[in-house]
C-alpha cells in the first residue's frame, strides 16, 4: 500500500505530492504501522457492533436478492444467480467498509476528535496519519472479506479453490476506495458533504459494476462509462476468483486500480495539507 | 554555529548528531528572530523576537488574538513559518527539521485533544509509540507519570468521565511521555477551577524544579508571576516588554498602588496626584502608583475617610500600562 501510493523513484520519494519541500514527506512505514494500531486500539472496544453492520447488510442482500430474485432469474453467465451475486457482493462490501472508515471515522478523527492535530505535535507526518488510516480501512476490509469468504463457502455459494484468496483481494481492492474517501473527507466541511459522494458515487458504483448484471448487457457507450468505476474492476476480480474463471485480464483490472489509488491518495494528500497545515 | 543537515538518507541522523552538539555548546533552546505570519491580509505575528535558555521557564502573557498560539505552533513546526527565523535546539524550524525537532518537543494543547477512544492508560502508551518510545519503556514511563499527577487510580477510565482539570493533567503527562528538552504548553489552565488550576500549577512548578525547559501562555497575569522565570507581554502580534515578572512590575508599574473606586471627582485627584509617581484614571478605578522610595504616608493622609485598596503592584498593572493605548481606542 505503502509503496503504490508513495511511487518509485527517489525524487517522487523526497516529494511525491508535489508541494515543493512544503513539508518533510518521507514515508516513514513505522510510523504508518503506529497510526494503524492506534485505530485497531480504539476499534476494539467496538469491534461487535463494527462486524455486524459490515456483514449483516451484504448478507441479508444477498439471501435476499441472489436467492430470493434467483429463483426468478435462473442462470446467468452459465451461473446460478445467486452465486454470480455473491461473487460480486464481496467488492462492494469491501468499498462500503472501506469508504465509511475514510469518510466518517477518518472526519470524525480529523474534527471531532482532533486526533490529527495531536498526532501532528509529534514526529508522525499528515501524510503518515492519512496512510495509516487508509492501511487501517484495508485490514478492516480484509476482516470483512474473510468472514464472506467463510460464510459464502459454507453457503455453497463458492465453487473455485482460488476463492481462497478472495480476502487477499478484498485487501487490495479495498486501498482504492479508502484513499477516494480520503479525497471526498479532505474536501468535507460538514457531515452533509458525505452524502453527495454516497449518493452519486458509492451507490452509482454498487448498482452499474456488474454485481446485479453482466456489464456486457449494456449499451457500450455506457460499458465504457461503466468500466471507468473503480468497482467495476474490483468486482471482476472478486468474480474471477470466486468463480475460478482466472485470466490475463485480471492484471488489467488490478492496475486500474493501482493507477486509482495512487492518483487519488496523492490529491488526498495535497488536499489535507492545504486544509490542515495553515 | 550548527552545520546545516544534508538532504540525504542520513539526514535524520546528522540532524540528532548535531542537536547533541548544539545542547552541549549551550546554545539557547529557542532562538527567534523576525518571526512574521499572516492569514490572508491580517498580520497575526508581526515580527517577533525572543529566545529560551534552558532550564528556563518563559511565559508568553498577552490578551487573546495577541499572536500567542499563532507563534507557538510555528515553533513546534506545526504551522509554517510566516517570515524570520526560528531556530530550536539550534535547528532551524523548516520542513527539513520537522521531525527531528519534534521528537524532542512536548506540546499541551490549548484545547484538549485526548484521544477520546483510548482510556487514559492508553492515550499515554499510544502516545509514546507516535515517539517510537518501546512498549517496555512506554509503560514504565506511563505508570510513572500517571503517579506524578495524580492519575494512577484513574488509569482505566475513559476520557469523558474525567474533569477538566484531571483532563488538563493527563495531556500534560502526554506531553511528557517522550521525555522532551522542551516543554510548550498553551494556555494550561484556561476554563479550570481555581483548585485545579492550583494543582496545575503546583505540577508545573514540580516540572520546573527538575530542570525542564518550558514555554507557556497565558492571559493569567497571576498564572505568568506564580510560573515564569521571564515574561514576554505580548500584545497585537508584538512583544512591548520582557523581563523577570519582578522586573517588569518595577519598571512599569512601581512599587505599591492606591485604587479608589467611583464615584471619585478632579479635587481627589487633584489632593493626591502630587503625592504619586504616576496617576491613572480608568472608568472602575483611579489609581496612584508609588515608585522608588517614595513614601505612602502622604497618601494615606490625603485619602483618609475614604474607601480605598492599598496594594503591591502587579503584573495586570505593567499590562494595563503598556495596552493602554488600545484601551484608549
Given at each position: 500500500?505503502?509503496?503504490?501510493?508513495?511511487?518509485?523513484?527517489?525524487?517522487?520519494?523526497?516529494?511525491?505530492?508535489?508541494?515543493?519541500?512544503?513539508?518533510?514527506?518521507?514515508?516513514?512505514?513505522?510510523?504508518?504501522?503506529?497510526?494503524?494500531?492506534?485505530?485497531?486500539?480504539?476499534?476494539?472496544?467496538?469491534?461487535?457492533?463494527?462486524?455486524?453492520?459490515?456483514?449483516?447488510?451484504?448478507?441479508?442482500?444477498?439471501?435476499?436478492?441472489?436467492?430470493?430474485?434467483?429463483?426468478?432469474?435462473?442462470?446467468?453467465?452459465?451461473?446460478?444467480?445467486?452465486?454470480?451475486?455473491?461473487?460480486?457482493?464481496?467488492?462492494?462490501?469491501?468499498?462500503?467498509?472501506?469508504?465509511?472508515?475514510?469518510?466518517?471515522?477518518?472526519?470524525?478523527?480529523?474534527?471531532?476528535?482532533?486526533?490529527?492535530?495531536?498526532?501532528?505535535?509529534t514526529p508522525v507526518s499528515l501524510t503518515e496519519i492519512m496512510a495509516g488510516d487508509v492501511l487501517w480501512a484495508c485490514c478492516k476490509c480484509l476482516l470483512t472479506a474473510t468472514v464472506?469468504?467463510?460464510?459464502?463457502?459454507?453457503?455453497?455459494?463458492?465453487?473455485?479453490?482460488?476463492?481462497?484468496?478472495?480476502?487477499?483481494?478484498?485487501?487490495?481492492?479495498?486501498?482504492?476506495?479508502?484513499?477516494?474517501?480520503?479525497?471526498?473527507?479532505?474536501?468535507?466541511?460538514?457531515?452533509?458533504?458525505?452524502?453527495?459522494?454516497?449518493?452519486?458515487?458509492?451507490?452509482?458504483?454498487?448498482?452499474?459494476?456488474?454485481?446485479?448484471?453482466?456489464?456486457?448487457?449494456?449499451?457500450?457507450?455506457?460499458?465504457?462509462?461503466?468500466?471507468?468505476?473503480?468497482?467495476?474492476?474490483?468486482?471482476?476480480?472478486?468474480?474471477?476468483?470466486?468463480?475460478?474463471?482466472?485470466?490475463?485480464?485480471?492484471?488489467?483490472?488490478?492496475?486500474?486500480?493501482?493507477?486509482?489509488?495512487?492518483?487519488?491518495?496523492?490529491?488526498?494528500?495535497?488536499?489535507?495539507?492545504?486544509?490542515?497545515?495553515? | 554555529?550548527?552545520?546545516?543537515?544534508?538532504?540525504?538518507?542520513?539526514?535524520?541522523?546528522?540532524?540528532?548528531?548535531?542537536?547533541?552538539?548544539?545542547?552541549?555548546?549551550?546554545?539557547?533552546?529557542?532562538?527567534?528572530?523576525?518571526?512574521?505570519?499572516?492569514?490572508?491580509?491580517?498580520?497575526?505575528?508581526?515580527?517577533?523576537?525572543?529566545?529560551?535558555?534552558?532550564?528556563?521557564?518563559?511565559?508568553?502573557?498577552?490578551?487573546?488574538?495577541?499572536?500567542?498560539?499563532?507563534?507557538?505552533?510555528?515553533?513546534?513546526?506545526?504551522?509554517?513559518?510566516?517570515?524570520?527565523?526560528?531556530?530550536?535546539?539550534?535547528?532551524?524550524?523548516?520542513?527539513?527539521?520537522?521531525?527531528?525537532?519534534?521528537?524532542?518537543?512536548?506540546?499541551?494543547?490549548?484545547?484538549?485533544?485526548?484521544?477520546?477512544?483510548?482510556?487514559?492508560?492508553?492515550?499515554?502508551?499510544?502516545?509514546?509509540?507516535?515517539?517510537?518510545?518501546?512498549?517496555?519503556?512506554?509503560?514504565?514511563?506511563?505508570?510513572?507519570?500517571?503517579?506524578?499527577?495524580?492519575?494512577?487510580?484513574?488509569?482505566?477510565?475513559?476520557?469523558?468521565?474525567?474533569?477538566?482539570?484531571?483532563?488538563?493533567?493527563?495531556?500534560?503527562?502526554?506531553?511528557?511521555?517522550?521525555?522532551?528538552?522542551?516543554?510548550?504548553?498553551?494556555?494550561?489552565?484556561?476554563?479550570?477551577?481555581?483548585?485545579?488550576?492550583?494543582?496545575?500549577?503546583?505540577?508545573?512548578?514540580?516540572?520546573?524544579?527538575?530542570?525542564?525547559?518550558?514555554?507557556?501562555?497565558?492571559?493569567?497575569?497571576?498564572?505568568?508571576?506564580?510560573?515564569?522565570?521571564?515574561?514576554?507581554?505580548?500584545?497585537?502580534?508584538?512583544?512591548?516588554?520582557?523581563?523577570?515578572?519582578?522586573?517588569?512590575?518595577?519598571?512599569?508599574?512601581?512599587?505599591?498602588?492606591?485604587e479608589v473606586f467611583p464615584p471619585f471627582d478632579d479635587a481627589l485627584r487633584e489632593r493626591c496626584a502630587p503625592h504619586a509617581s504616576r496617576v491613572e484614571q480608568a472608568p472602575d478605578?483611579?489609581?496612584?502608583?508609588?515608585?522608588?522610595?517614595?513614601?505612602?504616608?502622604?497618601?494615606?493622609?490625603?485619602?483618609?475617610?475614604?474607601?480605598?485598596?492599598?496594594r503591591a503592584a502587579n503584573l495586570e498593572d505593567v499590562f494595563l500600562r503598556l495596552t493602554r493605548r488600545d484601551l484608549r481606542d
Amino acid at each position: 500500500m505503502i509503496d503504490t501510493s508513495s511511487g518509485g523513484d527517489s525524487a517522487l520519494l523526497r516529494d511525491p505530492f508535489g508541494l515543493g519541500g512544503a513539508t518533510d514527506e518521507r514515508i516513514h512505514p513505522a510510523s504508518v504501522v503506529r497510526v494503524v494500531r492506534r485505530n485497531f486500539l480504539s476499534w476494539r472496544r467496538f469491534y461487535r457492533a463494527s462486524l455486524v453492520s459490515a456483514l449483516g447488510d451484504p448478507l441479508l442482500f444477498l439471501f435476499g436478492i441472489g436467492w430470493g430474485l434467483g429463483r426468478f432469474v435462473g442462470e446467468l453467465d452459465g451461473v446460478p444467480y445467486a452465486q454470480f451475486v455473491a461473487s460480486g457482493i464481496v467488492a462492494s462490501s469491501v468499498m462500503n467498509v472501506a469508504t465509511f472508515e475514510t469518510t466518517f471515522s477518518t472526519f470524525a478523527r480529523m474534527r471531532e476528535q482532533r486526533t490529527y492535530e495531536a498526532i501532528r505535535a509529534t514526529p508522525v507526518s499528515l501524510t503518515e496519519i492519512m496512510a495509516g488510516d487508509v492501511l487501517w480501512a484495508c485490514c478492516k476490509c480484509l476482516l470483512t472479506a474473510t468472514v464472506m469468504t467463510l460464510v459464502l463457502w459454507i453457503a455453497g455459494l463458492l465453487r473455485s479453490p482460488w476463492a481462497a484468496l478472495l480476502p487477499v483481494a478484498g485487501f487490495l481492492v479495498g486501498v482504492p476506495f479508502g484513499a477516494i474517501g480520503m479525497c471526498v473527507t479532505s474536501r468535507a466541511q460538514s457531515w452533509d458533504y458525505f452524502t453527495y459522494y454516497f449518493t452519486f458515487g458509492v451507490s452509482l458504483m454498487f448498482y452499474f459494476s456488474g454485481i446485479f448484471f453482466p456489464l456486457a448487457s449494456m449499451p457500450g457507450a455506457l460499458q465504457a462509462i461503466a468500466w471507468c468505476l473503480p468497482l467495476a474492476h474490483g468486482v471482476a476480480i472478486t468474480r474471477a476468483l470466486a468463480l475460478g474463471a482466472l485470466g490475463p485480464m485480471l492484471l488489467v483490472h488490478a492496475a486500474v486500480l493501482a493507477l486509482y489509488c495512487s492518483v487519488t491518495f496523492r490529491l488526498a494528500a495535497r488536499w489535507m495539507h492545504r486544509r490542515l497545515v495553515t | 554555529m550548527p552545520v546545516e543537515p544534508q538532504p540525504s538518507a542520513a539526514a535524520g541522523a546528522a540532524a540528532e548528531a548535531e542537536v547533541e552538539v548544539a545542547a552541549s555548546a549551550g546554545e539557547a533552546v529557542i532562538a527567534a528572530r523576525g518571526v512574521t505570519k499572516r492569514f490572508g491580509e491580517r498580520e497575526v505575528v508581526c515580527g517577533i523576537d525572543f529566545a529560551v535558555a534552558r532550564r528556563e521557564c518563559v511565559g508568553f502573557l498577552g490578551p487573546n488574538g495577541a499572536g500567542k498560539t499563532t507563534t507557538i505552533r510555528m515553533l513546534t513546526c506545526q504551522s509554517p513559518l510566516g517570515g524570520g527565523e526560528i531556530r530550536v535546539f539550534g535547528l532551524p524550524v523548516g520542513p527539513r527539521n520537522e521531525r527531528a525537532i519534534k521528537r524532542r518537543i512536548g506540546v499541551v494543547p490549548q484545547d484538549e485533544n485526548l484521544d477520546p477512544d483510548l482510556s487514559v492508560l492508553v492515550n499515554l502508551l499510544v502516545y509514546a509509540s507516535y515517539f517510537g518510545v518501546p512498549r517496555a519503556e512506554a509503560a514504565r514511563r506511563a505508570d510513572e507519570l500517571l503517579r506524578l499527577f495524580a492519575l494512577s487510580d484513574r488509569q482505566d477510565a475513559r476520557i469523558d468521565t474525567l474533569s477538566g482539570g484531571m483532563k488538563r493533567r493527563l495531556s500534560i503527562a502526554r506531553a511528557l511521555i517522550n521525555h522532551p528538552d522542551l516543554v510548550v504548553l498553551d494556555e494550561p489552565t484556561t476554563g479550570l477551577d481555581p483548585q485545579a488550576r492550583h494543582l496545575v500549577w503546583e505540577k508545573l512548578r514540580e516540572l520546573g524544579r527538575r530542570g525542564t525547559t518550558m514555554l507557556l501562555t497565558t492571559h493569567y497575569m497571576e498564572e505568568a508571576a506564580q510560573l515564569c522565570d521571564r515574561v514576554l507581554i505580548v500584545d497585537a502580534g508584538r512583544v512591548i516588554a520582557e523581563g523577570t515578572p519582578r522586573e517588569l512590575v518595577r519598571l512599569h508599574a512601581g512599587r505599591e498602588v492606591f485604587e479608589v473606586f467611583p464615584p471619585f471627582d478632579d479635587a481627589l485627584r487633584e489632593r493626591c496626584a502630587p503625592h504619586a509617581s504616576r496617576v491613572e484614571q480608568a472608568p472602575d478605578a483611579l489609581r496612584f502608583y508609588l515608585d522608588g522610595d517614595l513614601p505612602a504616608e502622604p497618601l494615606f493622609a490625603a485619602l483618609a475617610g475614604r474607601e480605598f485598596l492599598h496594594r503591591a503592584a502587579n503584573l495586570e498593572d505593567v499590562f494595563l500600562r503598556l495596552t493602554r493605548r488600545d484601551l484608549r481606542d
